[in-house]
C-alpha cells in the first residue's frame, strides 16, 4: 500500500511541477496553447504507462 502511496505523491508532484515550469516557460516564451497541451498530453501517457508497469511488476513480485 504505502508503494502505490509514494507513487501517487510522486505524479502529483510531478504534475504540479511540470505545470508550473510550463506557466512560466508560457509568459516568457508566448508558445501557442496547442504545443503546451500536446506537452502535457504526452507527460500524461509516459507517466500512465510507467505507473502501470510499475503496478504490475509488484503484483507479479506479490504472486510469487
Do not use: Y
Request: charged residues 15%.
Amino acid at each position: 500500500m504505502v508503494v502505490f502511496i509514494v507513487i501517487e505523491i510522486a505524479v502529483i508532484v510531478h504534475i504540479v511541477v511540470g505545470v508550473i515550469v510550463l506557466i512560466d516557460v508560457v509568459r516568457w516564451v508566448h508558445v501557442p496553447i496547442v504545443d503546451v497541451v500536446i506537452v502535457i498530453l504526452i507527460h500524461v501517457v509516459v507517466w500512465r504507462r510507467r505507473i502501470v508497469v510499475v503496478i504490475v511488476t509488484i503484483a507479479a513480485s506479490r504472486n510469487e
